[in-house]
């Protein structure tokens, strides 16, 4: 029988030194069934630490679920890893009726593009096709490709290039196409 692999502790400074470098007021992370809260003024109160706008919860990378999306659509909610980033994009009206929404499947640093300075995966109006890669959400070097879980029509994009996105946080708005 084979021991679970398990976050070093060097791991986890890495992972609370890119927490303190980020945006973020606040980050739950779990790990080996152990839950650390943390706050960059203070401890966090538990109520805030549940919340998606507030913190963070950070589970062992799983793939990311496709959820419709109830009727008016939710802003993206991203902080960019340094000042110079570029800010999340203008949230437009859409008409999000029937959408699915391609959610990050790990915490950690999107990238829209395969290297800086190629064009991107794909842009809002872009036609894409089942399991598409569509970004890059990149933990501790390890690249996770972001793929359309169905054939579809990209009607958004959440987060910016190099933003810094949660466990499970809205990327990509996609109307499924009917065949």
């Known amino acids: 029988m084979s021991t679970p692999e398990r976050v070093t502790h060097r791991e ?3 992972l609370l030194r890119s927490f303190h470098e980020s ?5 739950t992370l779990d790990v080996d069934g152990i839950r650390v809260t943390v706050g ?11 919340r998606d706008a507030s913190g963070s919860s950070a589970t062992a ?41 391609i959610r990050s499947p790990a915490v950690g640093s999107f990238w829209v593009a395969p290297s800086p300075g190629e064009p991107p995966f ?18 501790m070097k390890l690249m996770n490709p972001v793929v359309a879980p169905q054939p579809g029509e990209i009607v958004r994009v959440f987060v910016a290039d190099a933003a810094l996105v949660e466990y499970d946080q809205p990327l990509f708005l996609l109307r499924p196409t009917d065949g």
Do not use: F, H, Y
Request: net charge negative; glycine share 8%.
């Open 12 to 14: 986890l400074r890495e």
């Open 122 to 139: 794909v842009q809002v109006g872009d036609t894409v096709d089942n399991a598409q890669q569509l970004g890059i959400v990149e933990v």
């Open 23 to 27: 945006g973020w007021n606040a980050m």
């Open 40 to 50: 960059k003024d203070g401890p966090p109160s538990a109520v805030a630490a549940g």
């Open 61 to 101: 990378p799983e793939a990311a679920p496709a959820r419709t999306l109830p009727p008016a659509p939710q802003g993206p909610a991203t902080a960019p890893t340094k000042s110079t980033a570029p800010t999340t994009p203008a949230a437009e009206p859409v008409d999000a009726a029937g959408c699915v929404e």
